[in-house]
């Protein structure tokens, strides 16, 4: 069971952390506590299995990454893991993932690339088809951001042990 500063802790990372030197401090100013046994329960929280690990999500296009791209790739069956790995390992892909390929769509390896300019993605692109010997793939580019949000899981006053 999980302890009412447990809860707190859970409901408080769903947010953003403050770009601070010592956000955590911060935080746990903000519920009451000390750093130290805010720290203490977020490792209580890892140990049980609770938070696997923390992310950082980088703001693309304020850091000059101003485009990015869906590459879809169509991939053998056989090597879709050895080459869902190599493409997951290059640095300008951010998200990578394998899926069941529709009637009238053959791709089942979708990569999510960013680049300073629309050229650089196509070049991105370009170098992991060569790399992996890929050939048939599709690249649909972003337009217009119309969501980006932090994942939230539990709200306030949700039973986070869901018990009721």
């Known amino acids: 069971m999980l302890s009412d500063l447990e809860n707190k802790v859970i409901l408080a990372l769903q947010r953003d952390l403050e770009i601070t030197s010592q956000p955590f401090k911060e935080l746990a100013e903000h519920l009451g506590v000390g750093e130290e046994e805010l720290l203490a329960a977020i490792r209580s929280l ?75 993605c196509l070049q991105i692109a370009a170098r992991m088809a060569a790399e992996t010997g890929l050939t048939n793939y599709e690249m649909l580019f972003s337009e217009t951001e119309l969501k980006k949000t932090t994942m939230r899981y539990f709200r306030e006053g949700d039973d986070l042990e869901g018990g009721g």
Request: positive net charge.
């Open 46 to 120: 890892m140990e049980k299995g609770y938070i696997r690990r923390f992310g950082a999500t980088l703001r693309h296009q304020q850091s000059g990454y101003a485009a990015n791209a869906l590459v879809a790739w169509a991939v053998p069956e056989a090597d879709l893991q050895r080459i869902g790995q190599k493409l997951a390992q290059q640095r300008a892909v951010t998200h990578c993932y394998a899926r069941a390929p529709a009637p009238s769509w053959p791709y089942n390896l979708y990569t999510m690339i960013h680049g300073r300019t629309r050229h650089d």
